[in-house]
């Protein structure tokens, strides 16, 4: 499950952010401001979403050293899921009210497009990085045979004097 200090951390940021947000559309705040703001908001609770993702997944070393209670890091991220469920609910009012509807789907057409160009970046990187290890154990393979090869033709040529 995710790690507690990963996901407190970061639902502490959203929760800051968000109460900026309220702040400034209480105080009637332009639009690039406020804007500033919830992108604050959606990081972190893009990290918390990450953590959990990561939690679901540990490394080797996570799963073998993992200390705590799986009941509490779980509790921690339903409850921090939740929050940020409501969070973005009462985001989505305070925009509407304040900015209008357009606003709100501006927002979330910005928000599709950054995630969709995030994922295409992380293929590509992962592309790039698996050509690089079958790069690495091609010529690994070759070297080796090469080797083998010379030392078969060495091993013969020893054998035949």
Excluded at 17 to 27: D, H, I, P, T, Y
């Amino acid at each position: 499950m995710p790690d507690p200090l990963t996901i407190t951390a970061a639902i502490t940021v959203a929760s800051k952010a968000f109460r900026g947000v309220q702040k400034m559309v209480e105080l009637g705040r332009e639009a690039e401001d406020t804007f500033g703001q919830i992108g604050k908001w959606m990081e972190a609770s893009h990290d918390v979403n990450k953590a959990k993702e990561r939690a679901e997944k540990p490394s080797l070393f996570k799963k073998i050293t993992g200390n705590g209670s799986v009941e509490k890091e779980a509790l921690d991220a339903l409850i921090a899921q939740k929050q940020l469920y409501e969070q973005r609910k009462q985001l989505r009012s305070m925009i509407m009210m304040a900015y209008g509807k357009e606003s709100w789907d501006e927002l979330l057409a910005i928000e599709k497009k950054i995630r969709a160009e995030r994922t295409r970046l992380i293929h590509d990187r992962i592309k790039a990085k698996q050509k690089i290890i079958d790069t690495i154990l091609i010529s690994g393979a070759c070297i080796f045979s090469v080797f083998l090869i010379g030392g078969l033709i060495w091993m013969i040529n020893q054998a035949a004097k």
